[in-house]
């Protein structure tokens, strides 16, 4: 299969059985007038990633409602690669999510999946650009569990509920774990507002995790305000800025 | 609007052995007594006096009326709402005369008040307790019910139906006979769900649909759904609002089961605890706050239609305990010739 250049290196991502077993069946049908390898299956957005991590694969075929991680969220993983498999949204039936890919020109699927409709999709991923980033953003109504890094080809997660803090660092963003720290290619604006629940801003160029906050201690030298935040397991003591004050009061 | 409403079709007396409308006759009539009294009274320290004085004669009548629209509730029923009314005034007539006549024997007497006030009074407030009933059951209609249960078919089934199909289509081909069984199960589902679902049907059928609904979830989800039933002291001659348990299951399956990986077990019971009927559902709770819009719905829409056909005596309470979601509903047991 490898030898023929043509061959489109198909994943299929869904959760039910039956429903795995019916896109199997029809890309099938679509071999003849369309030369395709079926790759790997997956249950879940995890696994999704697992394979692309390990495996070529030209064209997702990804549900959007799945356990674990859904389909939304393991597109917009998916996204920022390097060089990102054509992504074809499935569903059987989510007014929110179609709504959001006609605003945003997403190709989906209805389930049940018509064979003509899967090869005109299929057909599709030749030509047409791949989903955009911020298009896929703008169409998710659900904050990400994950952040996702990429190095050397491969999407490491970062499960959000460990972040302990993000940093804005000239072009990127440092992302703190416990562990480590990882450097992420967003706006600390947008995440800021995709995150609004979980993360308070303490300076400019600073967001903590609510979770993260062992407290606040008196610092006077090195912050505006004169307050820093003490983070969890660290130890670490990040400056308050004076516009942030409040937050100081907020969490005492 | 006359014509339409002559006879009083349409109208209907509602069911006066229910706890719920007898403590609303109950406080209702109280009201309207203590309204009087307090317009009637010369002066504040007098009110009481007033009262006693009205209850006396509003009591008797009262409670009479009730244990007789409760006993009679049959009989009234298939005479017709104007009938019923009329032979009831009759009733209260002859009971406030007795009343009147007994105080008079005794020298307690009402002051200055004649038999043709009291009769007035008797009559005032049964005609605005029956309003009010009237006014409450239009409220509460099963139009307006009903408007909202297709709603709520709306925005829940179209999620299952095409899944439910595309799991079939998958089957066709492999395993004919069970996408027969499937189609068959589907087919009888939307049978009840589109048919005419405002009187009660009995809680056997329900239950044959909720297991239906789930042999088709079981088609999609494999083993990741696991049920347990228990059904042991189940009354199945029982009457309830139909799909009340079946919407109850597909909430479970999709809040509960769906989005965990591994799946997880649902578990029923349904019960006979002396002379209610009770309902218990547990599933996995995932924590999640997604679609809880449908959820919410789903319950309201039942809670309100247990309100709807048993009053006071039907509840349902949800809550979360040790990681599991948990719906307790409670309602009177009650047979079709009960």
């Known amino acids: ?252 | 609007m006359a014509s339409i409403n002559q006879t009083g079709a349409g109208i209907r007396l509602p069911n006066f052995c229910n706890v719920g409308v007898m403590l609303r006759s109950l406080v209702l009539v109280n009201v309207l007594i203590a309204a009087a009294a307090v317009i009637r009274a010369p002066s504040v320290r007098e009110i009481w006096f007033e009262f006693l004085l009205f209850a006396a004669f509003g009591e008797p009548v009262l409670i009479l009326s009730l244990v007789v629209l409760c006993l009679a509730r049959r009989w009234l029923h298939a005479i017709g709402y104007v009938g019923a009314i009329a032979l009831l005034t009759a009733f209260e007539l002859a009971v406030t005369w007795v009343l009147y006549e007994v105080s008079r024997q005794f020298d307690f007497e009402l002051r200055p008040m004649t038999f043709g006030q009291v009769t007035f009074l008797v009559f005032f407030v049964t005609a605005v307790t029956l309003a009010y009933f009237d006014l409450r059951a239009r409220a509460l209609s099963p139009a307006v019910a009903e408007a909202r249960i297709q709603a709520l078919q709306a925005r829940i089934r179209p999620h299952f139906l095409y899944n439910s199909i595309n799991a079939v289509l998958s089957l066709i081909r492999s395993e004919p006979r069970r996408a027969e069984r499937a189609l068959e199960d589907l087919a009888d589902l939307f049978r009840v769900l589109m048919s005419d679902n405002r009187t009660l049907a009995p809680l056997a059928n329900e239950v044959d649909l909720a297991r239906q609904y789930l042999a088709l979830e079981e088609l999609r989800l494999g083993e990741r759904l696991r049920v347990t039933w228990r059904t042991g002291t189940m009354p199945a001659d029982a009457m309830v609002p139909p799909l009340i348990l079946q919407p109850l299951v597909e909430n479970a399956v999709y809040h509960g089961i769906e989005p965990i990986e591994a799946g997880g077990e649902i578990e029923i019971d349904v019960s006979l605890a002396g002379a209610q009927l009770v309902m218990e559902l547990r599933n996995p709770y995932s924590g999640s706050g997604k679609h809880m819009g449908g959820n919410k719905m789903a319950t309201e829409n039942i809670r309100e239609r247990l309100q709807l056909h048993f009053d006071a005596e039907a509840s349902m309470r949800s809550e979360v305990r040790d990681g599991h979601y948990h719906v307790t509903i409670r309602m009177p047991y009650i047979t079709a010739s009960s």
């Open chain 1, 1 to 252: 299969m490898l030898a023929d250049k043509d061959c489109a290196r198909i994943l299929i991502a869904d959760d039910e059985a039956p429903a795995r077993a019916r896109l199997r069946d029809l890309l099938d049908e679509c071999r003849e007038s369309f030369p395709l390898a079926i790759v790997d299956e997956a249950r879940n957005g995890r696994e999704v990633l697992d394979v692309l991590n390990r495996e070529k694969v030209d064209v997702v075929l990804l549900d959007i409602r799945m356990p674990e991680m859904d389909g939304m969220e393991a597109a917009r993983h998916i996204a920022g690669m390097e060089d990102p498999p054509a992504i074809i949204f499935t569903t059987a039936f989510d007014t929110y999510a179609i709504k959001a890919f006609e605003v945003n020109a997403i190709d989906y699927l209805l389930k049940p999946i018509r064979v003509e409709r899967l090869l005109a999709a299929l057909s599709k991923t030749r030509a047409a650009p791949k989903v955009s980033r911020e298009a896929l953003d703008a169409a998710a109504n659900l904050p990400r569990r994950h952040l996702s890094v990429h190095e050397r080809g491969k999407i490491i997660l970062v499960p959000l509920a460990d972040v302990l803090y993000l940093r804005a660092e000239l072009k990127y963003v440092t992302v703190r774990t416990v562990e480590r720290e990882h450097l992420v290619e967003e706006s600390l604006t947008s995440l800021e507002e995709e995150f609004a629940d979980a993360f308070v801003r303490v300076h400019r160029n600073c967001l903590v995790a609510r979770t993260a906050i062992a407290g606040f201690e008196r610092n006077a030298e090195e912050s505006e305000s004169g307050w820093a935040v003490v983070i969890k397991g660290t130890g670490e003591k990040l400056p308050v800025s004076r516009r942030q004050h409040h937050v100081v009061k907020q969490f005492r």
